[in-house]
């Protein structure tokens, strides 16, 4: 049986409760939902920009995604929790170029989903979570 392992890296924000930054068993790795947080402070950053909430959690899911052994382009699903619908052609919008930096012509882009919830914390306009499978 393949051994499930914790991912951890600096390079993404710790996480606040009792879960892992991500999980690898085999070649599946889970990216635990990410926030618009400082690695190095844990601050949330960027209040009422979900331009800049969504580079800086999906920097923060990328940042795990490498942790784990694989590349953004190795990303299978993307779920994008968006606070308010009227946020969701700005996040959009950053989502695409991140997507295009990061990937680039290795298409497919990963699937997605957005859910518009209410997050966690109040200053937070966005979380993402992946699945990524490493080759």
Do not use: W
Not at 42 to 60: C, I, S, W
Not at 79 to 98: S, W
């Amino acid at each position: 049986m393949t051994e499930k392992i914790a991912i951890r890296t600096d390079a993404a924000p710790a996480p606040a409760h009792a879960f892992p930054q991500g999980v690898r068993k085999g070649p599946l790795l889970t990216v635990s939902g990410q926030g618009p947080v400082d690695p190095a402070s844990g601050e949330y950053l960027h209040p009422g920009d979900v331009k800049a909430q969504t580079r800086r959690t999906l920097e923060n899911v990328a940042a795990i995604v490498e942790a784990g052994g694989a590349e953004f382009a190795d990303v299978m699903m993307l779920r994008v929790y968006l606070k308010d619908r009227k946020d969701f052609a700005a996040m959009n919008e950053v989502y695409e170029a991140f997507l295009a930096e990061r990937i680039g012509d290795r298409a497919p882009y990963p699937c997605r989903t957005t859910v518009i919830c209410t997050l966690p914390r109040a200053e937070m306009l966005v979380e993402i979570d992946a699945l990524a499978c490493v080759d």
